[in-house]
């Protein structure tokens, strides 16, 4: 199945599908926003990773839990996505923040998604034209259909033990805990492997071959309970992503480091 669509094919398409812009910035969070409001592509709605696309932090369940089923539903709709829509998401972050409104739409039940491959930077490098114009509200008939056996919590990878392949998607610094510029604790969960999200796409945000994607999966063939996590379950869609191009099933763990760091002792 194809998880990508390339701005080529996405200019023929303006118009027949529904396209959302995911960009963001963790240490600036009005950023996305700011940019959408500059330029986006035209037809775009603007999903923001933490109004939208996520739910109120509390005390545990990390810094980005999962999105409240109702308040995204109706955003959906009222971007006028029905059950048969195909939706576009991009970013300019490598898929970082694509990746996940791409697997979290497809965890609410609606598997017509795809990602623009190169994202926002690549459609305007090909000379395509953006727009400033917020389009208009719609009235679409979505309704989720959550895939509930896509996750596992933190009492569930407690539960499994050493049954569970953890995967953190970190870089390779914050991983060893040598440096943690986010959450309060540095580290990672005991046995986890890790591969560092962004060895999916190249620097200008395409993502790598499939032969690539198998290469970087190669030493996990034959494992089975795969569990991925990052910092907050947003970043960890990328290695989603790629395990899926390699016909790999994995789970996410969504509330990741930033939740299981929140029972140890600061």
């Known amino acids: 199945m194809n998880h990508f669509i390339t701005s080529e094919q996405l200019k023929a398409q303006l118009g027949k599908v529904v396209i959302f812009d995911c960009r963001f910035n963790l240490m ?80 609410f039940g609606h598997q017509q998604v795809l990602i ?48 569970l392949t953890l995967i953190d998607s970190r870089e390779s610094k914050r991983y060893r805990g040598e440096e943690e510029p986010v959450d309060p604790i540095a580290g990672h969960i005991p046995g986890a492997l890790n591969y560092f999200w962004q060895d999916a ?7 790598k071959s499939d032969e690539a994607q198998h290469q970087r999966w190669a030493d996990l063939t034959g494992h089975d309970n795969l569990v991925v996590y990052c910092g907050s379950g947003v970043t960890a869609c990328v290695n989603l992503l790629s395990l899926e191009m390699c016909g790999i099933k994995a789970k996410l763990y969504p509330g990741s480091w930033s939740d299981w760091c929140s029972y140890l002792p600061k």
């Open 28 to 107: 600036n969070k009005t950023l996305g926003s700011e940019q959408y409001r500059a330029g986006h592509i035209p037809g775009a709605y603007f999903l923001d990773l933490e109004k939208d696309l996520s739910s109120e932090v509390q005390t545990h369940g990390g810094r980005h839990p999962l999105p409240d089923v109702e308040s995204l539903s109706r955003k959906l709709r009222a971007a006028g996505v029905n059950q048969l829509s195909t939706i576009v998401v991009y970013d300019d972050s490598r898929m970082g923040y694509a990746a996940h409104a791409w697997w979290l739409l497809r965890y």
């Open 116 to 163: 623009l491959d190169g994202g926002f930077t690549g459609w305007t490098t090909a000379g395509n034209a953006i727009d400033r114009r917020e389009p208009a509200i719609k009235s679409g008939n979505f309704k989720a259909n959550l895939q509930q056996d896509w996750t596992l919590n933190r009492a569930d990878i407690v539960h499994a033990g050493s049954a």
């Open 201 to 207: 796409t190249t620097e200008q945000g395409f993502i």
